[in-house]
C-alpha cells in the first residue's frame, strides 16, 4: 500500500509539464470563429508523436513503451490541464480497439504503423444519440470480395478528420463487429460538428459501400475494454483541468480588488474555491485509484473507472462553473480561456455517457456483488 | 503507487492476529503494553506502526470485535496525548501517557468557551501562577464526555497583556481536583452523554502539569485540532463513526429500495463519494505515521466528510418515509460490527446536525482550506493584534 506517486511517474509529469507549457498556445482561439486550424494543430500533434505519446500504452510486444495506467495519467493529465488541442483522445481509442478487437497480424501492422509515427487513428462508435448499446444501429456491414463494406453513419466521433484510419463499429450479422477504413476511402465522409468545445475536433461519419476490413480477433467485451480506458484518459483530463481552473481562480482572487481588498478576502468566495479543493483532491485520488486498478487488472477496475468518470465529470464541471463566478463578466468572454475549460468539462461529462449513466454502472456493479 | 490493501496472508497481519487469538479478551491494559492502543506512535508507546500497519491493527481490532482504545478514549489516544511525545517533558510522559493508554484514564477536551468555538484564542478562563501551582477561574462548555474523565486537557489564558493567541497555556488537569463542576448538557438527540459543562472556581493546577511554556498554548491546540480532523475524514457517518456509504447501499439493496430511480441515483453518488474519502483517508493517514502533527490535509477531508455523513443519513431517512419520524431503531438494516454508539441509523441521523459544528465549524475548515491550503488573505480580526486586556472581550466577561 502506497498512495504516493513514484519519482518516475513524478518526473514523466514533469517533463510532460514543461513540454507542453512550451508548445501550447490557446490565444488563437481566443477569437470567435477561431478552430483547432488556427493553432498549430498539426505541428503539435507531430511533435507529440516525436514523443511516442500515442505508442505509451502499446505493449512492447507490438514495439510500443508498454508503459502503465498511472504513468498513462501522468500525461494525460497535462493535456487536460493545458487543454492542448491534439488528437491523442482518437489515438488511445484505435490503439485499444485494436487491442481488443485485432489478430495479432492486424495489431502487429496497426499498432505497429502507430508507434511509427505514420498512422492516426480513431473510433467511429456512437449512435446519432450518443448511446454506445450493442450491437448499434448506425452502421451495417456487408461481405464484398476480398473484405467488407460498411454503409450507415456514427456519430460524435473524436479526432475523425485528422486520422489516417478509422475504426468503425458496424452490424454484422446482428452482432456488433469492429472494421478499419481508410478516412480517404471513397464512400466515406468526415463531417466536423460545431462541437462546443473548440479545442477538440468532433465529427460525423457517413459511409457509403467503404471497404473495410474486419478486425478479426474477438469482438465480445472489446467496448467495455475500450470504455474503460476512455473513462480513465476523461477522467484524468478532468481532475488535472478542475486544478488547473482553481488555480487560475486562486490566482486571480489574490489580485482583483473590489472593495478596498482582493475578492479573495471575501467568504463568499474563499469558501467556495474551499469546496473545489476538497472536490479537487477527490478527484485526484479518483483518477489515481482507477488508473492502478486498471495497471493491476484489479477486479474492481470497472467500478473505479466509472466512480471516476462521473465524479470527475461534475468536479470539473463545478471548478470551471466557479472560474467563470470568481472572474466576474471578463470569465464570460471569448477572449479568455476560462470558457475552454468549462466547454472541456461539460463535453468530456457527455461524451460517453452522462454521468448519471455511469452511476448506474456502479449500482448495477454493487447489486451484482450483493446478490 | 499500489493500492492494495495488506493481504489476508500478510505476516504482519498473521502476527496482530496472532496476538489477538492469544489474547481473546484482552484488557486495554494488555492492549497498550502491546503497543496497540496508539500504534503509530514510537516505542515504548507504540510499535511505530506506518498507515499500512494502521490498517492492518484497524481491522484486526474490528475482527476481533474490540472497540479500538482510539475510539473508546480519543482525546488521549488520538487527539491530544501525542502532543506530549513533542511538547511534554519525560516525568509528564512516564505519569500521564500509561494509564491513557491504557484506558485507565479517560481523557476530555476543555477548548470551547460559553463566548465561544471558533474563535477559541478569544477565551477567558484565566490561569494565575502563584508559587508552584496555576490557579484556574472560568467555564468551559461542550466538552464530550467531560462527566466521566479523569483528565482533561484545558487551555487558558495566563497573559492578558499580550495579543488574544499568545498569552495561552496548555495544562494537563485532574479532573477530580477540587474546584471543578462538571455538568451534563442534554442535547437534541436527547441523550445526556454527549458534551457537558464545566466550571473552575479557584482550581489549583501544579505547575509541572503545563504543557511546553507558558504561550505555546495556541500552537498545541491547533496541532491537536489538525490530527483531530485529520482522523474524521474517514467515510462514515458522525465522524467516521457511524455507519458507511457502503453500508448505506448494501441496506437499499437488501430492502430493495435500491430500484427507486431517484435513490438509486443518490446512493450511487454518496456510494463514490464514500469510496473517495475512504481512500483520501488512507493517503492522510500516511502523513499521520510515528507520531508526527497532522498536516493541514486533513481539513479538507473533514470538510468533506461531515457533509457527506450528514448527506448519506439524511437518504438512509428519506426512504424510510413518515414511519422514520418515529423514534426508532430500524431505518435500514446494519451488519453487526463495533460502531460505538451509533449502532442504527436513527440516531446517526440525528445526531448529524452536530458533525458541521464540533471539532472546527463547517465554515472555520473551509476558511481554514482557503487561507492555509489556497493561501488566499486571512479574514480580519480587529481584536488578533491588540493586547488581550484592551480587547471588549474581558470587559464583557467582568
Ligand atoms: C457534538 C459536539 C462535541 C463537541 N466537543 C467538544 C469538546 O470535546 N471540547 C471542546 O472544547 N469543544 C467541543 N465542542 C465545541 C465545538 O468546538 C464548538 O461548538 C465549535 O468550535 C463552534 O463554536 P460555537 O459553538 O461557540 O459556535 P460559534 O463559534 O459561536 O459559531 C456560531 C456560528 O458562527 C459561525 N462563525 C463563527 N466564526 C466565523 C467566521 N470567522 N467566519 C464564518 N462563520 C463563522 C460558525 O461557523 C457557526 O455557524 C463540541 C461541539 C459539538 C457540537
Redesign the pocket.
Known amino acids: 500500500m502506497d498512495f504516493t506517486l513514484s519519482d518516475d511517474h513524478k518526473a514523466l509529469r514533469d517533463s510532460a509539464h514543461v513540454f507542453l507549457d512550451k508548445e501550447v498556445d490557446l490565444g488563437p482561439l481566443l477569437k470567435p470563429g477561431a478552430t483547432v486550424a488556427d493553432v498549430d494543430y498539426a505541428g503539435l500533434w507531430k511533435k507529440i508523436v516525436d514523443m511516442g505519446w500515442p505508442g505509451m500504452v502499446v505493449p512492447e510486444v507490438y514495439g510500443g513503451l508498454g508503459l502503465d495506467y498511472v504513468d498513462l495519467i501522468m500525461v494525460v493529465g497535462e493535456m487536460g490541464r493545458t487543454l492542448a488541442p491534439a488528437p491523442l483522445f482518437g489515438a488511445l481509442a484505435g490503439v485499444w480497439s485494436v487491442l481488443a478487437a485485432g489478430s495479432e497480424a492486424q495489431k502487429t501492422q496497426l499498432l505497429g504503423g502507430v508507434v511509427g509515427g505514420n498512422l492516426s487513428l480513431a473510433l467511429a462508435i456512437a449512435d446519432a444519440d450518443g448511446g454506445y448499446e450493442a450491437p448499434g444501429r448506425g452502421v451495417s456491414a456487408e461481405a464484398a470480395p476480398g473484405g467488407y463494406r460498411l454503409t450507415g453513419s456514427k456519430s460524435f466521433v473524436v479526432d475523425a478528420a485528422s486520422a489516417d484510419k478509422i475504426i468503425v463499429a458496424a452490424v454484422l450479422d446482428g452482432e456488433r463487429r469492429y472494421f478499419v477504413v481508410d478516412r480517404t476511402a471513397s464512400g466515406l465522409e468526415v463531417e466536423l460538428v460545431a462541437w462546443r468545445d473548440i479545442t477538440r475536433e468532433v465529427a460525423t461519419v457517413r459511409l457509403d459501400k467503404v471497404p473495410a476490413e474486419l478486425l478479426s480477433g474477438s469482438a465480445e467485451d472489446a467496448w467495455p475494454f475500450v470504455r474503460d480506458r476512455l473513462y480513465l484518459v476523461l477522467a484524468a483530463e478532468s481532475a488535472a483541468g478542475a486544478h488547473a481552473a482553481l488555480d487560475q481562480a486562486v490566482e486571480y482572487a489574490k489580485q482583483r480588488v473590489a472593495f478596498g481588498r482582493p475578492i479573495g478576502a471575501f467568504?463568499a468566495i474563499k469558501h467556495q474555491l474551499a469546496e473545489i479543493a476538497g472536490q479537487g483532491e477527490c478527484a485526484n485520488v479518483a483518477v489515481q485509484y482507477a488508473a492502478w486498478a486498471l495497471s493491476e487488472g484489479d477486479p474492481r477496475a470497472s467500478l473505479a473507472v466509472a466512480m471516476a468518470q462521473s465524479y470527475n465529470s461534475e468536479a470539473y464541471r463545478d471548478a470551471t462553473h466557479r472560474n467563470i463566478q470568481v472572474f466576474g463578466a471578463i470569465g464570460f468572454t471569448w477572449e479568455m480561456k476560462n470558457h475552454l475549460f468549462y466547454k472541456r468539462a461539460r463535453c468530456n461529462a457527455e461524451l460517453l455517457g452522462a454521468p448519471a449513466s455511469q452511476r448506474e454502472q456502479v449500482i448495477q456493479i454493487l447489486e451484482r456483488e450483493a446478490a | 503507487m499500489d493500492f492494495n490493501f495488506p493481504a489476508e496472508d500478510d505476516p504482519r497481519r498473521q502476527d496482530v492476529r496472532r496476538w489477538f487469538e492469544a489474547n481473546p479478551s484482552p484488557t486495554y491494559k494488555q492492549i497498550a503494553q502491546r503497543g496497540f492502543s496508539a500504534a503509530n506512535w514510537p516505542a515504548p508507546w507504540g510499535i511505530g506502526a506506518d498507515a499500512e500497519m494502521m490498517l492492518i491493527i484497524e481491522e484486526e481490532f474490528a475482527r476481533a470485535g474490540i472497540r479500538q482504545p482510539s475510539a473508546f478514549n480519543p482525546i488521549a489516544v488520538n487527539q491530544c496525548g501525542q502532543s506530549l511525545l513533542t511538547w511534554g517533558t519525560e516525568a509528564q510522559r512516564q505519569e500521564l501517557l500509561p494509564p491513557a493508554l491504557a484506558c485507565e484514564h479517560k481523557w476530555?477536551?476543555?477548548?470551547?468557551e460559553p463566548s465561544?468555538?471558533?474563535?477559541?484564542g478569544g477565551l477567558r478562563t484565566q490561569a494565575r501562577r502563584v508559587g508552584d501551582h496555576y490557579i484556574v477561574n472560568g467555564q468551559?462548555i461542550?466538552?464530550?464526555s467531560a462527566d466521566e474523565a479523569d483528565i482533561g486537557v484545558l487551555i487558558a489564558r495566563t497573559d492578558n497583556s499580550v495579543p488574544k493567541h499568545q498569552g495561552l497555556s496548555q495544562f494537563i488537569i485532574d479532573m477530580k481536583s477540587p474546584g471543578i463542576t462538571v455538568r451534563g448538557i442534554e442535547d437534541m438527540t436527547g441523550e445526556e452523554h454527549?458534551?457537558c459543562e464545566v466550571f473552575f472556581e479557584d482550581v489549583r493546577v501544579p505547575a509541572d502539569r503545563l504543557l511546553g511554556k507558558e504561550g505555546d498554548g495556541w500552537r498545541i491546540t491547533m496541532e491537536q485540532l489538525q490530527t483531530e480532523r485529520q482522523s474524521m475524514t474517514k467515510p462514515g457517518a458522525v465522524w467516521g463513526a457511524g455507519p458507511t456509504a457502503r453500508e448505506l447501499v448494501n441496506g437499499l439493496i437488501q430492502t430493495g429500495k435500491i430500484r427507486q430511480p431517484l435513490v438509486r441515483d443518490e446512493a450511487a453518488r454518496l456510494y463514490i463519494e464514500g469510496e473517495l474519502l475512504r481512500l483520501l483517508s488512507l493517503r492522510n493517514l500516511s502523513n499521520k505515521i510515528n507520531g508526527k502533527p497532522a498536516g493541514i490535509e486533513g481539513n479538507i477531508g473533514k470538510m468533506m466528510a461531515s457533509p457527506h455523513g450528514q448527506r448519506m443519513t439524511d437518504l438512509a431517512k428519506r426512504t424510510q418515509g413518515v414511519a422514520g419520524m418515529v423514534k426508532d431503531k430500524d431505518v435500514l438494516p446494519l451488519p453487526a460490527k463495533e460502531y460505538g454508539r451509533f449502532t442504527d441509523w436513527d440516531y446517526a441521523y440525528w445526531f448529524s446536525p452536530?458533525t458541521t459544528?464540533?471539532?472546527?465549524?463547517?465554515?472555520?475548515l473551509k476558511?481554514t482550506v482557503a487561507e492555509r491550503v489556497l493561501g488566499l488573505p486571512r479574514?480580519s480580526d480587529p481584536s488578533a493584534r491588540m493586547p488581550f486586556n484592551q480587547t471588549t472581550a474581558p470587559r464583557a466577561a467582568a
Open positions: 467568504q | 476530555c477536551m476543555l477548548f470551547s465561544g468555538g471558533s474563535d477559541v468551559k461542550w466538552n464530550s454527549e458534551y452536530a459544528l464540533g471539532v472546527g465549524t463547517q465554515e472555520i476558511n479574514d
